[in-house]
């Protein structure tokens, strides 16, 4: 069974080389130009994931993401833009953007980044259930993005919990830091490569009560989140 791509690009030219790329590669492509019509075509082709444009006529990849989300909130979506501002990103993550790719990309990259989206959502899907996780002595609740330990809250931010939730997924595995940088912040600049630290410290912070619970830095290479 293919997967099915809903793909949102207003650059004809560009819209038809990756269509037929992703064609080629066994990919079942839905693609329109104009972001009027996506959400009736969303709802009529029901993708596997959706790969937005941020610029396009009528409606933009943001305001399509918000509509999407309200439909399907499991459903992956990765962004696809020119822009290079940081607020444009973090708005695509906020947003409940899976991934984001700057223009030029190559279409290895694209591929990448969908089939990880697709794992990602898989893994999801057969090891989350309900709203909470269970990490050690500590309760990760999903939809408010709090984690407790006994009566103690902390609220986390979006970035903090899906990097979270992302250790959580690849528990006792060694995951790479690029793989983490590219999940979270869309690209493993050295300004994000910063923020991955500081965001890592965080979370060793607020899991300091329980012993059993480690982010082990893996020097190299990457981390691994140990729950013994």
């Known amino acids: 069974m293919s997967i099915k791509v809903l793909y949102v690009e207003d650059e004809v030219f560009l819209g038809k080389i990756v269509k037929e790329t992703l064609e080629s590669r066994g990919f079942e492509v839905v693609m329109e130009t104009d972001g009027a019509n996506v959400v009736r075509l969303f709802e009529d082709a029901q993708p596997d994931i959706c790969i937005l444009d941020v610029m396009l006529p ?31 990103v973090v708005r695509g993550f906020k947003l409940g953007g899976n991934d984001y790719i700057r223009k030029p990309f190559s279409m290895e ?25 269970a990490i050690g002595r500590y309760q990760f609740y999903l939809n408010r993005q709090v984690l407790a330990i006994g009566s103690q809250e902390k609220k986390l931010s979006y970035r903090e919990a899906e990097l979270l939730k992302y250790l959580w ?58 729950i013994s």
Do not use: C
């Not at 999407?68 to 290079?84: H, Q, S, V």
């Not at 980044?113 to 309900?130: D, F, M």
């Open 58 to 88: 009528n409606r933009n990849g943001f305001e399509l993401a918000e509509d999407i989300r309200k439909l399907n909130e499991d459903m992956p979506i990765i962004f696809l833009t020119a822009k290079t501002q940081t607020e444009d």
């Open 109 to 133: 990259e694209l591929i990448v980044r969908i089939e990880n989206a697709l794992r990602v959502k898989q893994a999801t899907q057969i090891n989350i259930s309900g709203d909470s996780l």
């Open 169 to 226: 997924l690849h528990r006792n595995d060694v995951i790479d830091r690029r793989e983490l940088l590219n999940h979270i912040w869309g690209n493993d600049s050295f300004f994000n490569s910063r923020n991955l630290d500081v965001y890592i410290t965080k979370l060793r912070g607020y899991l300091k009560e329980d012993t059993a619970v480690e982010i082990l830095t893996i020097k190299g290479v990457g981390y691994r989140f140990v």
